[in-house]
């Protein structure tokens, strides 16, 4: 799973990068998480008066609410000590979680990508000073930043969208190749990314049939890679 973050400053354009991002990533197959940090003390995505709302106001700490399109979880538990690690616990099945704000969370987490979404330059170049592993710029000033002042790419996402999914993809492709489960999946000549869940079963399960096989001898220390070739390609 990799996670990405979106971060910047109030209205400078982080949901509409994230928008651009689950529609092109999901049109490719991806599996999407989204993860979005909420400030306000007092929040709630519950609705008074609700009978979800009523049964968390009698004690529940955990309301499920199941309708014909949707399935919502609300626990009610102290999140300000939760780490990024047990955030993610909760996007255990997506290929990519995408994380809107913990800029205090992540900001100087090197192994989280970030796109820094600013409104001028001068947030753009406090970012580059505080933030690690920026892979782009975006946002409201996309437009408008000299290009030579920054080693990482500016994108403005709602007129390049394409260009940003291709750079968060290259992420992706990255992190799986780098992954140390031993397993690896193609269809034709790409590889498919999944999750380390995943990666664990289908290897398990590859392992388990050919130990049963005449003649073959195989541990679960041994790499598995699994190739389907698309009819007419040879």
Known sequence: ?????????????????????????????????TVKHIPEENFTIDTEGKDTWRHAKAGATKVISVAPNEMTI?????????????????????????????????????????????????????????FKSIIAFSGAAAKNLPKENFDVPIVDALNEPDKLVELVEEKIGETYKMSSEGFALYVGDKQIPLNLFVQRMMKSSIIAMASNLKGVEVSPEDRVIVKIKKWGCF
């Open 1 to 33: 799973m990799l996670t990405i973050a979106v971060i910047g400053s109030k209205s400078s354009g982080k949901t509409s990068v994230i928008e651009v991002l689950v529609r092109g990533l999901t049109k490719k197959g991806y599996r999407v998480a």
């Open 74 to 130: 609300i626990q009610k538990t102290e999140t300000s000590k939760l780490s990024l690690e047990e955030i993610l616990q909760n996007c255990e099945e997506a290929d990519i979680v995408i994380l809107e704000g913990f800029r205090s969370l992540v900001g100087a987490n090197s192994k989280i990508f970030k796109i820094v979404t600013v409104k001028s330059l001068e947030e753009a170049l406090e970012a580059s000073k505080n």
